[in-house]
């Protein structure tokens, strides 16, 4: 196990030599990096250990490590288009109970209301089943997606995913859920939350094509 002094002068680690040497090979470490072996204070070149000598044949990095060399921001126009191409998913998930409960009872459920005297109780009950069974069932295939691969559905389809910014690595549930989704959700939530989501869609014209959520995560969005 080694830890390594990044360019941007803070220490990464302790990671595995399968590990540095897909940083090597990703182009984010290079045999100048100064790194010390676990236990060991001394820092050293990583050409003088024996693990990454110019001599020794790097392996591929191990699935999920980390991205081949050459990475590629996703664009901006693909990213959008994956987020239009979710929402369509989340329509067609709630089009069956949406139909069979009709526009009015739609607008009063939005609205609050609970006076539906007018509509069949199975109609209601069944309407509001497949409505809740739709969004939990798209919901949940979203929440497996990005956990196990960084990607939603329309990411999958348009091919660029969600990645840790630092090693290119899955970010798993906390990192591709839990603080570029909920957290960024809770935030647009309270008083004038609406000027964070206007400035979160803004960040994405930084050089490094990362939203407010992104450096929230510490992910970005590469093509696969």
Not at 66 to 92: H, K, M, N, S, Y
Not at 116 to 142: C, H, K, N, P, W
């Amino acid at each position: 196990m080694f830890t390594i002094i990044g360019g941007d002068g803070k220490e990464y680690g302790p990671a595995s030599v399968a590990q540095v040497r897909a940083w090597i090979a990703a182009g984010r470490a290079n045999l100048e990096t100064k790194a010390k072996a676990l236990g060991s204070d001394e820092w050293h070149r990583l050409g003088d250990y024996a693990e990454f000598s110019p001599t020794s044949v790097l392996p591929p990095p191990l699935p999920g490590t980390a991205e081949p060399a050459g990475v590629v921001l996703a664009e901006r126009l693909t990213r959008l288009a994956a987020w239009f191409i979710d929402q369509i998913f989340g329509f067609i998930a709630c089009l069956p109970g949406a139909m069979l409960l009709g526009l009015s009872v739609l607008q009063a459920l939005i609205a609050g209301e609970r006076d539906f005297e007018s509509i069949d109780s199975a109609r209601l009950a069944l309407g509001s089943s497949l409505l809740l069974f739709g969004l939990v069932t798209l919901l949940i295939i979203q929440i497996w997606m990005l956990t196990t691969r960084g990607q939603t559905i329309g990411k999958r389809l348009l091919a660029i995913r969600i990645v840790r910014f630092v090693d290119h690595a899955n970010p798993g549930f906390v990192g591709a859920v839990l603080l570029r989704a909920i957290v960024p959700g809770v935030i647009a939530l309270i008083p004038f939350g609406f000027i964070f989501n206007l400035v979160d869609i803004i960040f994405i014209f930084r050089e490094d094509r990362r939203c407010i959520h992104d450096l929230i995560a510490g992910t970005k969005v590469v093509k696969v």
